[in-house]
């Protein structure tokens, strides 16, 4: 079910795929998608709210992990032609974070679902800035 060639790098299009709005939009761009992972993109600017002394800060990496769920979620509705549900954080495990990405950084986020039943998906998440892995989580989210 991978349908995604090439990259999509659209802002505009890409912020339709979540609910969240600026200044609050932490993904910029879908890299892959298929039934099980999706992986997202996002360019570290100056005028992100969690950019603080050229550091892009823990609660940033968190959300960025939240936002690629929410696209997954998006870009599945989008391919059906219907309007995506509303959908929480129902919990954060296992968040660790190793490194703090620098402004200018281009950050690759992977979310690969383990379980998908009855509206609560349960996920792996990491974000990798080029080679190095900085940041990996559990989410589990719920549809309202």
Known sequence: MSRLHPPITNKEFVTE???QKEPFVM???LHHFSENKIVSG???KEEN???TNNLFLEPGLIENMAQTVAMHKGY???LKNEPAPVGYIGAIKKAE???LPKLGSE???TVTILHDIMGVTLVEAKIECGETLIATSEIKTALA
């Open 17 to 19: 795929l979540i609910p």
């Open 27 to 29: 993904v910029d761009k």
């Open 42 to 44: 996002l360019t570290v």
């Open 49 to 51: 709210i969690f950019c």
């Open 76 to 78: 599945t509705y989008y």
């Open 97 to 99: 974070i190793f490194e």
């Open 107 to 109: 950050l690759t986020t």
